[in-house]
């Protein structure tokens, strides 16, 4: 890889040294690197995966545009860098994808937020993410994804694969998926009727992918818009609420200190409101909750089928990572059960106080 690395860094750079590369980030899908030049100037090098992404050109095309449009709003974002011939990506003999960012420097990520004020930072951000794509230009970005974050369509490969597993392992896993089946279509149906709000989106707004100041409570950048697509907004919202809500991160001692947190959630709304209040629907706001529990029941219902399938999608550091991932979805999912009454009770209260300042 070291060589591919020095390859693709040369083509955007033919006349940059290099004295250093690091991996950057702990990503589950690309490959990420921190490079440093001769000169003292830092770069972050991405490899895409080619199986995650068999479109690499239509995720660079989205790419270019959103944050070509944030920046134009005051958005602070990477840059991505072109060859003197104005090509954005180079090709590698093996058919994957790589790309030259900006590194945005003094900035920290964060496994997990524990302070409220870090959640609002977070909402904020990701609302005035959503409030500048709302008018980006047409033509429509490309859906280089177009079943993402589509559960029943996950629901359906789990189904094909299942009896394929010679010997079906955690059974608990597959007794918590087969009770919740019947919950599992309901954002689709909303999406077919057409009252949820369909825009541009980030995909994949977990607490990892927002850049912080060193002290931890400013959120500086969002990045790793691989994912960056038409969808609905309760994706991204339920996805930031499943990762930001839970104060103990993905990596826990026990299962039984998953907690989806009442604190965090209601911050994370105050600052989502406070920036994109008016583009939630009503009918947005009455399913927030749900999209929350659905994106974590969604997200566990991924891990395990690729446990089951040999982890060939998620990266692991063990054979039984990606199990415990899931476990880990189907803890905060019981958790959330649990509150949902209470959760209600705060998306309407946000919502009364979102009308007062109008």
């Given at each position: 890889?070291?060589?591919?690395?020095?390859?693709?860094?040369?083509?955007?750079?033919?006349?940059?040294?290099?004295?250093?590369?690091?991996?950057?980030?702990?990503?589950?899908?690309?490959?990420?690197?921190?490079?440093?030049?001769?000169?003292?100037?830092?770069?972050?090098?991405?490899?895409?995966?080619?199986?995650?992404?068999?479109?690499?050109?239509?995720?660079?095309?989205?790419?270019?545009?959103?944050?070509?449009?944030?920046?134009?709003?005051?958005?602070?974002?990477?840059?991505?860098?072109?060859?003197?011939?104005?090509?954005?990506?180079?090709?590698?003999?093996?058919?994957?994808?790589?790309?030259?960012?900006?590194?945005?420097?003094?900035?920290?990520?964060?496994?997990?937020?524990?302070?409220?004020?870090?959640?609002?930072?977070?909402?904020?951000?990701?609302?005035?993410?959503?409030?500048?794509?709302?008018?980006?230009?047409?033509?429509?970005?490309?859906?280089?994804?177009?079943?993402?974050?589509?559960?029943?369509?996950?629901?359906?490969?789990?189904?094909?694969?299942?009896?394929?597993?010679?010997?079906?392992?955690?059974?608990?896993?597959?007794?918590?998926?087969?009770?919740?089946?019947?919950?599992?279509?309901?954002?689709?149906?909303?999406?077919?009727?057409?009252?949820?709000?369909?825009?541009?989106?980030?995909?994949?707004?977990?607490?990892?992918?927002?850049?912080?100041?060193l002290d931890g409570d400013k959120v500086i950048s969002l990045?790793?818009?691989?994912?960056?697509?038409?969808?609905?907004?309760?994706?991204?919202?339920?996805?930031?609420?499943?990762?930001?809500?839970?104060?103990?991160?993905?990596?826990?001692?026990?299962?039984?200190?998953?907690?989806?947190?009442?604190?965090?959630?209601?911050?994370?709304?105050?600052?989502?409101?406070?920036?994109?209040?008016?583009?939630?629907?009503?009918?947005?706001?009455?399913?927030?909750?749900?999209?929350?529990?659905?994106?974590?029941?969604?997200?566990?219902?991924?891990?395990?089928?690729?446990?089951?399938?040999?982890?060939?999608?998620?990266?692991?550091?063990?054979?039984?990572?990606?199990?415990?991932?899931?476990?880990?979805?189907?803890?905060?999912?019981?958790?959330?059960?649990?509150?949902?009454?209470?959760?209600?009770?705060?998306?309407?209260?946000?919502?009364?106080?979102?009308?007062?300042?109008?």
């Amino acid at each position: 890889m070291t060589n591919l690395c020095q390859q693709a860094f040369a083509f955007f750079r033919p006349n940059e040294k290099l004295t250093l590369f690091e991996p950057l980030g702990d990503g589950r899908i690309n490959s990420t690197w921190l490079l440093s030049t001769i000169t003292g100037e830092k770069y972050v090098l991405q490899r895409l995966n080619p199986a995650v992404f068999p479109e690499p050109a239509l995720v660079q095309e989205n790419l270019c545009r959103v944050t070509a449009h944030l920046q134009a709003g005051g958005f602070n974002i990477f840059q991505v860098f072109h060859t003197v011939a104005g090509e954005s990506g180079w090709l590698d003999s093996s058919g994957a994808w790589w790309r030259l960012l900006s590194y945005l420097d003094t900035t920290q990520t964060l496994k997990s937020v524990n302070k409220p004020a870090q959640a609002q930072e977070i909402g904020a951000t990701l609302g005035l993410f959503h409030t500048l794509l709302a008018d980006l230009p047409s033509p429509p970005l490309a859906d280089h994804l177009p079943s993402f974050h589509n559960t029943p369509r996950y629901l359906a490969e789990y189904d094909i694969l299942l009896p394929n597993v010679s010997q079906p392992q955690a059974a608990d896993c597959r007794d918590f998926i087969n009770a919740r089946r019947a919950d599992m279509h309901f954002l689709e149906e909303a999406r077919q009727q057409g009252k949820i709000t369909e825009q541009v989106i980030h995909g994949d707004p977990k607490v990892g992918n927002f850049l912080f100041s060193l002290d931890g409570d400013k959120v500086i950048s969002l990045v790793d818009l691989d994912t960056v697509k038409p969808g609905l907004l309760l994706h991204d919202l339920g996805d930031c609420l499943r990762s930001c809500c839970n104060p103990l991160g993905e990596e826990v001692a026990s299962l039984d200190e998953v907690v989806f947190d009442q604190d965090l959630f209601a911050a994370v709304l105050t600052g989502y409101q406070s920036r994109a209040a008016q583009l939630l629907t009503p009918e947005d706001r009455q399913l927030l909750v749900a999209s929350t529990r659905l994106i974590s029941l969604e997200l566990g219902l991924r891990f395990y089928s690729d446990y089951l399938a040999g982890s060939r999608y998620f990266k692991v550091d063990h054979p039984e990572q990606n199990l415990f991932r899931a476990r880990v979805q189907f803890a905060l999912v019981r958790s959330l059960e649990n509150q949902y009454s209470e959760l209600m009770r705060i998306v309407a209260s946000c919502d009364l106080a979102s009308d007062s300042t109008k």
